[in-house]
């Protein structure tokens, strides 16, 4: 399986669809916009505990990367 599809997951049924952190209802939109005013990843970590930590720097490594395209 494909390491990208373990990180985030997308159901319909939950939160209208929108792209979540796999195994949370945490929306992967959510660490962008803390990170986009000003707070830390460490900070995003304590505000959803559900997020792992490498889930949290994969999906920003995955996001640059396709930024960088």
Known sequence: MNAEIDL???D?????????????RVPVESLFDHLEKGYTLEDFLKDFPSVGLHQAQEVMRIGKEILNK
């Open 8 to 10: 985030v997951s997308v």
């Open 12 to 24: 319909p049924l939950l939160l209208k669809g929108l792209m979540v952190f796999k195994g949370t």
